[in-house]
């Protein structure tokens, strides 16, 4: 009995299933997917907006660089638009200057007669000066500051050109190309005067103030302009014939 009882149990003990359970590798697990993680989730969409963020600010940074090209670049054309309409201005005013300088040579005897007949026949002036009126006019070629043209003309016995009439500016304007004159003002804020002390009368000259601060005058082809003194221009002297 108690040698049945064993084999008994040992049959029980070895049966299919138990067999099959104890074949089973031991290693053997089931793995379970793990669940979805919420801070994973998070940090991807972190990561996607970082990465809009920086490519927001890059376009920014790009568009801001293209509109201050752009800005420089219309700054640009526009000072070379002003430079070009100046250069214009003074081509044109070179192309009256040299037009009126043929005139005067070819007019020359002719201006010389009108002298004659019209000034002073007991009268004469310096050679180089040209006889109007009573008055002789020197029309210098080199070019000084208003300052050393006054010099210039002191030394010469005379003084800077002071307009007295009507006449008497015809007659210069066919001569004058950007020549300084004796009209001047100590400051922006000054009344303009003549070198002589004489007020000056805008019924007789009319200054056109180029930019502020521009205390002596130019006369160009019957216009009379505000310039920087300390720029090297031409001018005209004027005395009493002897």
């Not at 002390?197 to 205390?215: C, I, N, R």
């Amino acid at each position: 009995m108690s040698d049945q009882s064993v084999t008994y149990m040992d049959l029980r003990f070895h049966t299919p299933a138990e067999q099959k359970r104890k074949q089973r590798p031991k290693h053997t697990r089931i793995i379970d997917s793990p669940p979805s993680s919420p801070w994973l989730l998070t940090m991807i969409l972190g990561l996607l907006c970082l990465a809009l963020l920086v490519t927001t600010g890059v376009l920014g940074a790009k568009f801001l660089q293209a509109s201050l090209q752009v800005r420089r670049q219309k700054e640009e054309l526009l000072e070379k638009q002003a430079i070009l309409k100046n250069f214009t201005q003074f081509e044109e005013t070179l192309k009256n200057c040299t037009q009126q300088r043929d005139d005067l040579q070819a007019n020359n005897r002719e201006f010389s007669n009108v002298v004659n007949r019209e000034g002073d026949k007991c009268s004469s002036c310096p050679e180089g000066w040209i006889q109007h009126r009573g008055k002789c006019y020197r029309f210098t070629h080199e070019r000084s500051s208003w300052q050393k043209s006054q010099k210039y003309c002191s030394s010469q016995g005379s003084r800077l050109l002071r307009i007295e009439n009507k006449e008497e500016l015809d007659f210069i304007n066919r001569l004058a190309c950007f020549h300084w004159i004796g009209l001047f003002r100590t400051g922006a804020a000054s009344s303009w005067m003549w070198e002589d002390g004489t007020a000056y009368s805008t019924d007789l000259l009319q200054v056109k103030k180029k930019e502020p601060g521009e205390s002596c005058v130019l006369l160009n082809a019957g216009e009379a302009s505000s310039y920087n003194c300390k720029q090297p221009y031409r001018c005209i002297c004027m005395k009493r014939a002897d």
